[in-house]
């Protein structure tokens, strides 16, 4: 035969196999689309495989193919160790028809103080019941808690600020570079007293440390008890001494350590197991839409520019062309330096690049909902995190001299707002925020609008801007609306965040829990031990019990777990101890499934019809009694996770998630398998 003629008859086989499947070549695609799920599901699950297979073929024959994309699976507080916080609000002075108001501010508030404290996927809820007005706070990751307890604890703070006349920045004066360096040079020496003090032979640290640090020493036991610290920014010049020189507990370090915050002497309490932290700087182009962009880049000529830059910048010029190029607040002195830090304190595409790029390389492009980066990646390191005691000697520095402080305090705070809500502008129907102030506000918030009369009124909370008005005219009655470009949602929110910082709501801790991340190891590998038991059990009964089906759906279970474990990824799922046992008793769901159709073909085969007319009777009289089955199942899932705590709802999550996708792989999967195999094992199908 012609070579030329065989090639075109098998492609027009195979265009006619798409174009007009013979009922074969369904079956045909379907195992083969089948076949492609299980690798893209492997790979999402374990992408180490392929990309192994990948770095192998790239290196014989040069090709260029790209690594797997990489999604971590979220471990909750019990798997990952971290902390979970129970605050309770004192709703005394709030009128009851405001509290869940009041409430619900206040959780906003603690939100984004978590956020800001850098922790990852922070879980924070309110809890009404009876007369306990609670907030619960899971911070997955974060074992030393102190500073974060005692930020999360205190009430909003609410303040009315208006435009400042900054000093311009400016270079020091002669005169008062000199001061500085006098004075802080006196302070060194100081520093130097003390640690030949500390390293004396029977010396007593707690008074030595209230000597120098007299406005700590009412707490002499704890007098500069840092807690633990590792490789972030402020500690990092405490911590890699340390490290270097094998400082182990009780330990002391011989020599004065300079920090941003003045000169430290140092002594080790205790030490433990440190997390992987990365250090890195980045360039960040961002355009309009993007979260905290003030551009009005469009995102294409954000992407024009970024690439642009990723052609010319390289390792060693790289901190200069951040300083020049990138649009971050700061970055033109920063130079985009993000310190170290572990995983789950960037978000998540940024962490798939750092923490795999070599150290000393630049990254591709890694577009976030910050806008698109370049990443150049310092230092890798896993050290100890250390909890040390310090004699801390503060230097002056250069915000002493000068200040360029952008607002100024009115003296309008939350104290003087009686209320927030949202309103509905009678002329456009857009949503709006009123404010109306007592008495006393009243005749403060008349004066500042007097004088601000075309200008900015900031409305900051703990610190941070929340809305920035223009004023455009006087207010004298005490009455104010905010207006703006305000959806409904973003009215609401604005309104609970005023509310939190006026309306006096004392929050109060009142019980922390910890767990250890070897626990949740420990946790994580004992259930994943017992799932594979489970899923090993169930593959050995239905091998022994159905045969050739058996074999077929136990393969079809293979597909069930690589594809709910690739949406726990990509969802993603915040996996428990309880979601993973929801998805453990979902394997024995999937497998009931294909029991009934199984039993069904057993009693359609016994009747006297052969295998190619009892499979699909099977499978369309086994629908009812399954999808009846499951749909109960997933209506429990639903109030369960309506109405339960965190945990409860993890449970009920996973189990819904497998219940779905069992119900694809047994109609869909083993059926065609059953199909696709049938005819080859006729022999085997045969159930007694």
């Known amino acids: 035969m012609n070579p030329l003629k065989f090639l075109d008859k098998i492609f027009r086989g195979f265009v006619y196999s798409i174009i007009r499947p013979a009922p ?128 999360i604890g205190e009430t909003p703070i609410l ?58 020493a009412g707490e002499k036991e704890n007098i500069g008890d840092v807690g633990f610290v590792g490789l972030d920014k402020e500690y990092e010049n405490i911590v890699l001494p340390l490290y270097r020189k094998n400082i182990q507990k009780g330990g002391i370090l011989s020599e004065v350590i300079e ?11 205790e030490t433990r197991d440190g997390t992987r932290k990365v250090k890195a700087n980045h360039i960040l182009i961002c355009y309009k ?14 992407l024009r520019q970024i690439t642009d830059l990723q052609k010319k910048v390289t390792p060693k010029n790289f901190i200069e062309m951040a300083k020049e190029y990138s649009t971050e ?29 070599g150290v000393g390389t630049v990254s591709r492009i890694v577009e976030t909902k910050f806008g698109y980066h370049l990443i150049y990646k310092v230092d890798d390191k896993k050290i100890p995190e250390y909890h040390i005691r310090r004699i801390l000697i503060n230097t002056k520095k250069d915000s002493d001299y000068v200040s360029v402080e952008p607002w ?19 002329n456009s129907g857009m949503p709006q925020v009123g404010l109306e102030f007592n008495d006393e506000g009243k005749n403060l918030f008349a004066e500042i609008t007097q004088r601000n009369v075309g200008k900015m009124v ?111 990824k990509l969802v993603p799922v915040t996996l428990s101890l309880a979601g993973i046992a929801g998805f453990i008793l979902s394997i024995g769901m999937a497998v009931d499934a294909n029991v009934l159709i199984f039993e069904r073909l057993k009693e359609e085969m016994h009747s006297g019809k052969t295998y190619e007319l009892a499979l699909p009777e099977a499978f369309s009289r086994a629908w009812p009694s399954i999808r009846d089955g ?30 779905l996708i069992s119900l694809f792989t047994a109609i869909t999967i083993t059926r065609s398998l059953m199909k696709f195999f049938g005819p080859y094992m006729k022999k085997w199908m045969i159930l007694k």
Request: glycine content about 10%; overall charge negative.
């Open 329 to 357: 607040p700061g970055a033109s002195i920063t130079g985009g330096e993000l310190g170290w830090f572990a995983k789950g304190a960037m978000v998540e595409p940024f962490e798939l690049v750092v923490f795999d790029q």
């Open 24 to 151: 074969r070549d369904k079956i045909r695609w379907a195992i083969f689309g089948i076949i492609i799920l299980t690798i893209v599901a492997g790979s999402l699950d374990y992408p180490k495989i392929w990309d192994t297979s990948v770095g192998w073929i790239n290196s014989k024959i040069g090709a260029k193919l790209y690594q797997f994309p990489k999604f971590p699976f979220r471990l909750g507080l019990d798997l990952q160790g971290g902390t979970h916080l129970v605050y309770e609000s004192d709703m005394k002075g709030i009128e009851s028809g405001e509290r869940n108001n009041a409430l619900d501010g206040v959780r906003d508030v603690i939100e984004r103080r978590v956020n800001a404290f850098g922790v990852a996927e922070p879980v924070v809820q309110t809890n009404k019941s009876g007369d306990s007005w609670r907030i619960v706070v899971e911070l997955a990751g974060i074992r030393d808690v102190r500073e974060a307890i005692k930020m």
């Open 458 to 568: 900031a409305i900051f909370l703990d610190g941070s801007p929340i809305s920035i008005p223009r004023v455009q005219e006087p207010i004298l009655e005490g009455k104010a609306v905010i207006n703006g470009d305000f959806d409904i949602n973003e009215a609401k929110t604005l309104v609970q965040r005023l509310n939190a910082g006026a309306l006096p709501v004392p929050t109060k801790l009142i019980s922390q829990q910890s767990v250890g991340a070897s626990l949740g190891d420990e946790s994580l590998h004992k259930s994943l031990f017992a799932g594979l038991i489970g899923f090993m059990l169930v593959v050995l009964f239905m091998i022994l019990y159905y045969r050739a089906p058996g074999v077929l759906a136990s393969l079809s279970l293979l597909v069930y777990a690589a594809v709910v474990l690739a949406i726990f």
């Open 289 to 302: 839409g993007a979260e905290g962009c003030s551009r009005e880049t469009f995102k294409e000529e954000a």
């Open 408 to 426: 100024q305090a009115t003296g309008l705070s939350g104290k003087q707002l009686k209320r927030a809500q949202m309103e509905f502008d009678q």
């Open 159 to 216: 303040e009315f600020k208006e435009e400042g006349v900054p000093q311009a920045a400016r270079e020091l004066t002669e005169a008062e570079r000199a001061d500085m360096a006098d004075y802080n040079a006196k302070v060194k020496e100081k520093a130097q007293e003390a640690l030949t003090k500390v390293l004396a032979s029977g010396a007593d640290f707690n008074s030595i440390a209230a000597e120098y640090m007299p406005g700590e």
């Open 630 to 659: 499951q749909l109960t199942t997933l209506i429990s899932c639903v109030i369960l996770f309506w109405f339960s705590e965190s945990l409860i709802k993890g449970f009920a999550l996973t189990l819904a998630i497998g219940i």
């Open 259 to 269: 920090t941003p915050s003045g000169y430290n002497i140092v002594k080790v309490e």
